[in-house]
């Protein structure tokens, strides 16, 4: 049986984290060649650990769980942009590093070293719920006594572009931007166990098929993929108060269940 996610500290972003931000907790030179959304889970994941009050051995010994739905698009495009351009052989291999999923992750283990397992979800719109499942397991297999569940996504222009000439394109499988497109980020740190930081206990993680492809929420946002599952669940819990929370999209339901935590 699954354990219940005890969230002791979590942080979210909508937009991009700003230097002075980042400087509170990481030396900003070191982060010029960080792509914006590796900025933004690295603020997000900072901020959370704050709250969470880890001391350093169990940071190191924390695993990280991360969704990315769509990976980091514009490092992505930039390579494949430098390929048609230059070839295979002069493809420019620094858009290349950041393209792949698991750059965010890396980084994040870098600065904050942690040491435990980590696991990328690229699911699209299913990939918060991936990520969450996955800290379950690392939990319920005693992998690690606390998880990092990030999320970042970022913007695709070439998504943003073809919406401008066709709303519709894409329905009902990603959401109609309605206005300028953000990137959104966010970070939980979470454990089998209740510790003296704990703010809430989800009891339920479901994330099960459905033959209907639409999609029956909206997002506070105008963003594809995963990234609209963390707005709502951010909601929900800055509500304080008991919730159930489903969310049906492109032939998936999640469900999450969860409360503030009391200390008994």
Known sequence: M???????????????????????????????????????????????LAHAKLDKTDQANMGISMAIGAGALASTLKFMDSIIEDGDELSSPTTFTSSVHNSVSLMLSMFLNIKGPCVITGQ??????????????????????????????????????????????????????QAAVKRVAGAFVVSAEPTPTTQFVLDKVQLSRTDDVTTHSQPQLPICSCAHSLLLLEKQLKENAEFSMQEQFAGAILHIEGKPYVLA
Not at 5 to 16: E, P
Not at 127 to 154: N, Y
């Open 2 to 48: 699954l354990p219940k996610l005890y969230i002791n500290g979590f942080s979210c972003l909508t937009g991009d984290a700003h230097p002075e931000e980042l400087a509170a907790f990481v030396e900003v030179r070191s982060l010029r060649r960080a792509e914006q959304i590796s900025k933004n889970a690295l603020l997000c994941a900072c901020r959370a």
């Open 124 to 177: 699209l719109d299913a990939s918060l719920a991936g990520a969450l499942l996955t800290a379950q397991q690392f939990l319920a297999r005693k992998m690690c006594s606390h998880v990092l569940v990030v999320l970042t996504e970022d913007i695709n222009p070439l998504l943003i572009e073809q919406f401008q000439k066709d709303s519709k394109i894409f329905d009902p499988f990603i959401y109609q931007p």
